[in-house]
């Protein structure tokens, strides 16, 4: 009895010895690409211009018209395609929506611009055809100017 004890706590620890290693020992890696916002060129962007003005901070889309004056000082936040035909460009300023509209109704009507005050938070441009809108939001302590017009300048 005494050797047949003997024999299973032998053979136990030979089964020990030979069984795999434990999950922690055999820890698998991948490698890792570079993440896809890291390959992004703004330079590189057919459809933007870097504007190096000294209030305006951002890219302009290359299809904001020549004659339309983009609000300074100020930084440009978003642009892209809005409804059909039309783009907008977002801009935000720390002065007060009172003073962007002032602004902005002076430097537009100087650019040979009609200017209307289609609400308090709403100008209307009109040139050549071509019709503009520029609404006004107040976020905190800036002004935030989204200005809509048609696709190509």
Do not use: H
């Amino acid at each position: 009895m005494a050797l047949l004890a003997l024999l299973s706590l032998v053979g136990c620890r030979q089964r020990a010895a030979t069984t795999e290693p434990a999950a922690e020992d055999a820890i698998e890696t991948v490698d890792v690409e570079e993440p896809i916002d890291s390959q992004i060129r703004p330079e590189a962007d057919e459809r933007a211009k870097v504007q190096e003005r000294g209030g305006l901070l951002g890219v302009l889309p290359g299809d904001f018209p020549a004659d339309l004056w983009p609000y300074e000082p100020a930084s440009i936040v978003d642009f892209g395609a809005a409804e059909a035909g039309r783009s907008y460009v977002s801009f935000r300023t720390v002065a007060s929506p009172q003073e962007v509209k002032r602004r902005f109704q002076a430097q537009e009507t100087s650019r040979g611009w009609s200017v209307t005050e289609a609400t308090s938070t709403l100008l209307s441009l009109s040139k050549g055809g071509r019709l503009v809108e520029a609404e006004l939001e107040q976020r905190g302590n800036e002004t935030w100017i989204r200005i809509v017009y048609p696709t190509g300048g």
